[in-house]
Nanobody
């Protein structure tokens, strides 16, 4: 059984940084596609970033390019999201997701992902 547990959320001022972690069990993160999604209050859940299996590349939504970095820590079987230069628009609950055999054209679609974490809240104050 695959289980994902996020951590690292919190309250930060605009311009600050946070590092989110997603600890996986039941699946090796290097062998699957891992992603971060977020859901802001009153909005639908949206894709943030993904990292494909076996060094297949990283992908970001336009609003976070140059500020966020997704990476794998294989020894710890975790996926991290380093978030820099945060703005109030980044305020949301952030979810880790996992899915195998995801084609590139579907990588931003939440329906492509099978397993989800419980989410971690990020609040950015102005």
């Amino acid at each position: 059984q695959v289980r994902l547990v996020e951590s690292g959320g919190g309250l930060v001022q605009a311009g600050g940084s946070l590092r989110l972690s997603c600890a996986a069990s039941g699946r090796t993160v290097s062998s699957t596609t891992m992603a971060w999604f977020r859901q802001a209050p009153g909005k639908e859940r949206e894709f943030v970033a993904a990292i494909r299996r076996f060094g297949g590349g990283t992908y970001y939504t336009d609003s976070v390019k140059g500020r966020f970095t997704i990476s794998r820590e294989n020894a710890e079987n975790t996926v991290t999201l380093q978030m820099n230069n945060l703005t109030p628009e980044d305020t949301a609950v952030y979810y880790c997701a996992e899915g195998q055999s995801i084609i590139l054209s579907s990588i931003t679609n939440e329906r492509s992902y099978v397993h989800w974490g419980q989410g971690t809240r990020v609040t950015v104050s102005s």
